[in-house]
């Protein structure tokens, strides 16, 4: 079992939120959720979705197969994933629908994308990898920025019965390198650089270092993005464009693999309470009902939607909400390849305003950005095209949600707050637009067809007013399979604490009216702008610095990023602890783990807090870092240490 901590903090300082906002009776006539979804059978539920929302080469047999933990879903069932999300609107006459608009960072890139041209693209590719030997079974790995070549490699995979592994393009050549070994991937898609406001980011210098590194690996696809120079070997990679050149785009040369429902479709790599990512397993068919059902009502898209996921597909928003979801649903979306203030501020109002988006989905820490920058940016553009507003990532505070439907929203638009994770696949617990009344702060409830609730410690439910761990308690179709290899660390994080039952790692509280408000994270993993970092991983990675003997990593509150990262290190021998070092720290970690993962706060201590059996308190370095009256401090071997390291805190703080 993964250890975890009491709530009772977090659920003493919840703040008691009472404003409401009733459905607008015009939104709620026209929603794609009306409110008798909440009263059909869960198994009737996703057994219509899953015949309806879904083409199928054969049909399923049996709904779904539960010896917990391991859930199996649409049973007999054969179809294929890029077949659902490209080449059946294309057979219904949707080829001319666009796709994907395409915004570059550069202002005067853009491309749309239709659905015939998303095909033609994706068969050209797929063409290219069986030239390389990709069939189905074959791990690949993709690492790649927010370009359209991204979605296409993945669909291609897909086409192919190709698992991948996307790895998010801001993580480094080693965290690169750990994934595709655990996966045992064959070949690698990448890039020459990506675009990052204004700079490039080197990704296939980075991809260069994690593949020396990753034996498995005998092909690396370079999609030309900046035309910067790069390192070419002639032998291992070979450029995209030269690859797809003169390949047939006609769909029958690259047909879709005909996949079992319970084939592996994806892995993707998330932190938990250990330095190693777990490889969190997804397969075809539960997965694609999850997330377009979800999308479907969630976001009540029309056929005429615009809709822009302002994610990164490396994580699974991206995932679910930009490709997978959205496509199988024939939706037209957005993919931004740029970040929200740059050239300006004014970049996202510019985007919805220009292509009429309808719907957008963002995080927290966006949003919490954006408050910051100030309204006057997004009051200069014709927002009025926006219906709805989509949260996700963290617990969003009332007065961000306020803000999003105020200053974004118009006043008009219902903001929905989405719960769930990169295991859940799909989002479990949300307002659904037209139906709920929402409250900021509260993402409600449970989605049609899910089950969850509030459990004490010992794994009673606890009642209406009450807090303590979020669980799920019935098997959903997009749930995790396992994590990849490794069955007993499955077991132990999300089945152990209670018999049969999802733990999830978030506290929560169950209001009166059985509304679900989330407090965050009750283990050793951090919540930095809405993505998982464990406290282990950054640990380790300090570990790893040559100077440093020991180090203790936590997180505390921060405005605008939700948690930002402190790290209390200890150097070895005479070492001293100065500015400079403390940049080549910052830097050793995203060389380590990516630039997401750099500690705000380097705090240089003689000396970590230990128990007297030499284990490091954790929760007295939290109390350090968010300035909180120490707790009991009487099992410290010697409580002098935590004296001087609040004095050091103090003193040696530094921002990003
Ligand atoms: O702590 C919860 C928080 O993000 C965690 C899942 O992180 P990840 O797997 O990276 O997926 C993020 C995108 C789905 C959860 O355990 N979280 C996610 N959404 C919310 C949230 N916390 C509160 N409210 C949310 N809407």
Redesign the pocket.
Known sequence: MEPTRPLTNTIDTMLLEERRYEPDPEFARQANAQPDIYERDWEEFWETEGRERVTWFEPFAKLYEWEPPYAKWYLGGKLNVCFNCVDRHVEAGNGDKVAYYWEGEPEDERRTITFADLQRDVVRFANALKGLGVKKGTAVGIYMSMVPELPVAMLACARLGAPHTVVFGGFSAEALSDRLNDMECELLITQDEGWRAGKKVPLKRNADVAVAQSPTVRKVVVHRRTGGEVAFDEARDAWWDALTKGKSDDPASAPCEPMDAEDLLYLLY?SGTTAKPKGIVHTTAGYLVGVATTHNYIFDVKPDSVYWCAADVG???GHSYIVYGPLANATTGVIFEGVPNYPNAERWWEIIERYKIDILYTAPTAIRSHMKWGPEHAARHDLSSLRLLG??????NPEAWIWYREHIGGNRTPVV????????GMIM?TPLPGVTTTKPGS?TKPFPGVAAAVFSESGEQVAPGGGGYLVLDRPWPAMLRGIYKDDKRFRDTYWSKYEDVYF???GARIDEDGDYW?L??VDD?M?IS???ISTIEVESALVDHQKVAEAAVCGRADERTGQAIVAYVTLKGDEEGSIEMLEELRDHVAKKIGPIAKPANIVFTPELPKTRSGKIMRRLLRDVAENRALGDTTTLADPTVVEEIKERATADASED
């Open positions: 998330t994580w699974v928003t949260s996700v990532g963290e617990p969003i707050d989405t719960w769930w994770q990169t295991e859940t617990i993402a999830a790692g978030d989330l965050g994270r993993v919540n809405g993505h998982r």
